[in-house]
């Protein structure tokens, strides 16, 4: 369906209560949307915080994920160019990512069942997707955001704060913030960030990282009570995974990647009929043929450093478990 066509149906159907899913890409090209009850398990199995399709959903197998990184000169070909619009003024943080080669002894579907996240999308053996990231939550009158920046092993000695201690992280970490408290204030009054960088624990296939995340809320404007598809898409696409100012940094990411992202970095969410939760759809697996490529990114900043920045790529090739 056309963006316009997606915006008109979530409309109608938040207006009218009826539960819907949704996925929307990073281009916003491609949107999907479905009433709850026409959901096929042909098409999509989802499991957004225990709200499923996917019943006997345990255990399948344990995930042997290996990757073939970019090489870091095609790496840093990239990043410069992100650097040279970061230095003439375009943008003082933008979400740079990769798409890496995997081989994984596991069927997307596998993967889907084995991982743990709050946000499990598998979609018509195209890709799978196992998210942290909150995008927003509205809850009766309110929508709340939950931005995450920052990522540390919990190996690293002292990390806890190292992490919340290094100015390149912090900076990211406000900048962000920032963006999305002005983001929802299209949508929202009275925004706040009431809880400032947090620290939560994930743990994947070969160990356990700390990530920093941080709370805003405000209370919906009514030119968008009960319009979530309009809400959903003046929040688009996600300040998390694009950077800012947002218009010119989509097209210094359009510049460096060169490729499209798909439905990496979009978005997909469940309306109940009352309240709705959507994810950013990072941690993602797709599979082109008969070959399997991990996608994978982090912000860069003036303060960045290109073998830093290829590293945090690498390091977040993972799928992470119960």
């Not at 819907?20 to 709850?36: C, H, N, T, W, Y």
């Not at 870091?72 to 003024?89: D, L, P």
């Amino acid at each position: 369906m056309s963006l316009n066509e997606f915006i008109e149906k979530i409309n109608q159907w938040s207006a009218s209560r009826t539960p819907f899913l949704f996925l929307i890409d990073f281009e916003m090209q491609k949107p999907v949307a479905f009433r709850l009850s026409d959901v096929s398990h042909n098409d999509i199995l989802f499991d957004i915080n225990g709200v499923t399709n996917a019943k006997h959903s345990g255990h399948a197998g344990l995930i042997e994920l290996q990757a073939a990184p970019i090489a870091f000169k095609a790496y840093e070909k990239k990043y410069r160019t992100v650097e040279r619009a970061i230095h003439r003024g375009d943008s003082y943080l933008t979400n740079l990512t990769i798409k890496t080669p995997v081989t994984v002894n596991l069927s997307l579907e596998e993967i889907f069942r084995s991982s743990r996240a709050r946000y499990k999308i598998l979609y018509k053996d195209s890709f799978t997707v196992f998210s942290p990231e909150i995008f927003v939550r509205v809850i009766d009158d309110k929508i709340f955001s939950f931005p995450m920046k920052g990522t540390i092993d919990e190996a690293f000695p002292d990390a806890r704060n190292v992490i919340l201690n290094d100015k390149k992280e912090l900076a990211e970490h406000v900048t962000i913030v920032d963006l999305i408290r002005n983001d929802l204030s299209i949508v929202a009054d009275q925004v706040t960030v009431t809880d400032f960088r947090y620290i939560e624990k994930i743990k994947t296939t070969a160990k356990t990282l700390l990530q920093v995340s941080s709370k805003i809320e405000g209370i919906i404007k009514r030119d968008f009570a009960n319009q979530l598809g309009s809400l959903i898409v003046a929040l688009l696409p996600a300040g998390s995974v694009s950077g800012a100012p947002k218009r010119k940094t989509v097209g210094i990411i359009e510049t460096a990647e060169n490729e499209p992202r798909g439905y990496y970095t979009g978005v997909c969410g469940i309306f109940d009929g009352k309240n709705l939760d959507s994810g950013v759809m990072i941690r993602y697996i797709e599979k082109v043929g008969d070959d399997f490529y991990y996608r994978s990114g982090g912000g860069i900043t003036a303060l960045s450093s290109c073998e830093k920045e290829y590293q945090e790529t690498i390091d977040k090739i993972y799928v992470p478990l119960a």
